[in-house]
């Protein structure tokens, strides 16, 4: 299993910014997804989880309410929709899969990982 994040880049303060993650060489709807990140000198954080079909979603308390998480299974595509975005959303952006049908919050239950996209936002 393979994944592929992309759609990083640099916007300013309250812009909106969309990532895309696909995964190759297995089926998304058997995983549950999640979106970490990791700004500089800081660990990697939980950001957004979602379960295989789509139901059930979570999200980090910074980002709740400005963020979005969706997938479409039969396009093997996991989406992170961000609005307001602040500088302290700032990071490189990983998305995650887990071979089971819920996502948590934990960076170790998760077994594949995207080699992550920059996400930068200018005050």
């Known amino acids: 299993v393979q994944l592929q994040a992309s759609g990083g880049g640099v916007v300013q303060t309250g812009g909106s910014l969309t990532l895309s993650c696909v995964l190759s060489?297995?089926?998304?709807?058997?995983?549950?997804m999640g979106w970490f990140r990791q700004a500089p000198g800081r660990e990697r954080e939980f950001v957004a989880g979602i379960g295989w079909s789509g139901t059930m979603t979570a999200y980090a308390d910074s980002v709740k309410g400005r963020f979005t998480i969706s997938r479409d299974n039969a396009k093997n595509m996991v989406y992170l929709q961000m609005n307001n975005l602040k500088p302290e959303d700032t990071a490189v952006y990983y998305c995650a899969s887990r071979l089971t049908t819920s996502a948590t919050y934990y960076l170790e239950d998760y077994n594949y990982w995207g080699q992550g996209t920059q996400v930068t936002v200018s005050s």
């Open positions: 060489g297995g089926t998304l709807s058997s995983f549950a």
